[in-house]
């Protein structure tokens, strides 16, 4: 492009958001970043604001989940900031690139006492993959393309840059920015053929596709390496859908029995955590791909662990011409397995009883989402039940809280869904405690005309902290929520609407009028506080 830009910090600060694909801007109002406003404003750069900033950065992290670019949120100086680094924390944990410009108290006033003056950086910097000050105004375009490539690059994460108040009010010329240059990792050659000699001549393999097939666009290159090695998968976060329902090869309700039974685990694109039983899959070899040397598992010891490009190194074990052996008996037996588990799901997603079970909500959800629905999980115990019965045709359709379990995420991402998405069904399946986080967003989707179908699964306790505890104790205490609270009643009263559901055969009804409606629509469904999802604790 060459050449060289002229204009106040704002304008400056979107020509290098716009070399790097970003289009939209989620933030709250503060004074302190008037200049990127004005920018976008004149410009045609559209902006999104919301009732809450980590609602912003959620918002941001949609987009840049969904679409696999940098997603960008606006935050003010001092609590702008600070009410912000749930979602920053989030976006490091689920290797999300967002980028948060934030806006600082002038540096020539600095430890005067200006409002809300506070050094953000050393605040951000542990969650960060680059985190700085612009010190000059024609220093915007540089540290934004350096903080977007540090947060693109393999293992992705959020960025942070703040901006004093006088280096964005203030004009300066600069470089015209460039095309990004995101540097690609090619992984140890024999470690490839390693992990791929490994899956091909287990008895008994299986894959775990994590959300970074997704972020790498490993999608295609994960169903090949599957279907030459012929071995089973199973996903999680991003990776669900990369198999479709009905794949030969794609499983969901059989993983029990098949980490438990297999003699090497290949766990692709997510780490060896609580969700995975911390990578202790019995007596089985392990095989971590990961996208970047820092993603390899420190607490275990994998028999390899490849580490770089995801679509590379998955072509690669597509393209394996060595012994193999037969696997074929290996996948019968689990398809039986995962068959008894669609039968056992399908009885309790058709259980008719008073009060409603969580199951009979995603029974009726299953008969009413669309193919290419974005679904949204927000909440502990009612949205474990999502992982085991939701099943996304798609890739790039699932977006939960990932292994923080940062609860808030439901209505930050509706928005970047629905700014994503225009068309799409847009659904929320959020806990009556995590409402309490973000429900007042109904608000900002209703005044921007952004609708989403938000499913609350109400039964009036802390589900995941109440029946633990009396297990333990033979009590509880703080796990109690107002028993059938009205939360369609408070999103109408945003000017929204909605309706509570005490039957279980009046769900289905409730949610074919909420995805109609064409406005954010609470379906309200009182189920039963004695029903816990069956699973160990977390608390390890």
């Known amino acids: 492009m060459g050449g060289t830009i002229e204009g106040h910090g704002g304008e400056l600060a979107l020509a290098a958001l716009r070399a790097f694909g970003v289009t939209e801007m989620f933030t ?133 840059l703040d901006l004093p108040l006088e280096v964005l009010y203030s004009t300066g010329e600069a470089a015209r920015p460039g095309e990004p240059a995101v540097p690609v990792l090619e992984a140890d050659p024999g470690e490839v053929r390693r992990a791929a000699e490994l899956l091909a001549r287990a008895e008994r393999p299986v894959i775990v596709a994590g959300s970074d097939v997704w972020s790498g666009d490993a999608v295609a290159e994960l169903r090949a390496a599957a279907e030459a090695l012929r071995v089973p998968v199973f996903a999680n976060g991003m990776g669900r859908g990369a198999l479709p329902p009905g794949h030969p090869l794609g499983f969901a309700r059989a993983r029990r029995v098949a980490l438990g039974e297999a003699d090497v685990v290949a766990v692709v694109g997510t780490p060896l955590d609580f969700r995975l039983g911390f990578g202790e899959f019995g007596a089985a070899r392990v095989v971590h791909i ?19 490009d995801l679509r590379r190194i998955l072509a690669a074990l597509a393209e394996y011409s060595g012994d193999r052996a037969d696997h074929e008996e290996w996948v019968a037996g689990l398809r039986t397995a995962e068959a008894a588990g669609k039968v056992r799901d399908e009885e309790a997603m058709a259980a008719d009883t008073d009060p409603i079970k969580p199951a009979r909500i995603y029974g009726e959800l299953r008969k009413v989402l669309a193919a290419d629905a974005v679904t949204i999980g927000d909440g502990g115990d009612f949205v474990s039940y999502a992982g085991r019965f939701l099943e996304p045709a798609q890739p790039g359709t699932w977006l939960d809280p990932g292994p923080y379990g940062c609860l808030g995420t439901g209505l930050g991402y509706a928005m970047g869904a629905r700014v994503t998405y225009p068309g799409r069904q847009i659904c929320v399946l959020m806990g009556d405690g995590a409402a309490g986080f973000s429900l007042m967003d109904a608000e900002s989707l209703v005044r921007q005309n952004l609708p989403a179908v938000i499913v609350i699964g109400n039964n009036g ?80």
């Open 28 to 160: 709250l109002s503060g004074g302190h970043v008037f200049p990127l406003y004005t920018a976008a404003h004149e410009s045609g750069f559209p902006v999104y604001d919301v009732r809450h900033e980590q609602s912003a950065v959620f918002a941001a992290e949609a987009v840049a989940k969904l679409r696999r670019r940098p997603g960008l949120a606006v935050l003010t100086a001092g609590p702008g900031v600070t009410n912000g680094i749930s979602g920053l924390t989030s976006a490091h944990f689920n290797a999300s690139p967002v980028l948060v410009l934030g806006g600082r108290a002038p540096a020539f006033r600095w430890g005067s006492g200006s409002l809300q003056e506070l050094d953000h950086v050393p605040l951000v910097a542990p969650i960060t993959r680059y985190a700085g000050t612009v010190t000059a105004t024609a220093s915007i375009p540089g540290e934004i393309s350096a903080a977007l490539t540090a947060a693109l690059t393999p293992h992705r994460g959020p960025a942070f």
């Open 461 to 540: 306790i802390w589900g995941l902290e109440k029946h633990p505890m009396r297990a333990m104790y033979g009590y509880d205490v703080a796990a109690d929520l107002q028993p059938g609270l009205r939360y369609d009643e408070v999103v109408r009263a945003l000017g929204g609407a909605g309706e509570t559901v005490e039957k279980a055969g009046a769900i289905g009804s409730a949610l074919r009028r909420a995805f109609d409606a064409g406005v954010p629509y609470v379906v309200n469904v009182l189920t039963d506080p004695s029903d816990a999802y069956p699973r160990s604790s977390n608390l390890a």
């Open 290 to 308: 990961v996208d970047a040397p820092g993603q390899r598992a420190g607490h275990v010891t994998p028999a390899v662990s490849p580490a770089g």
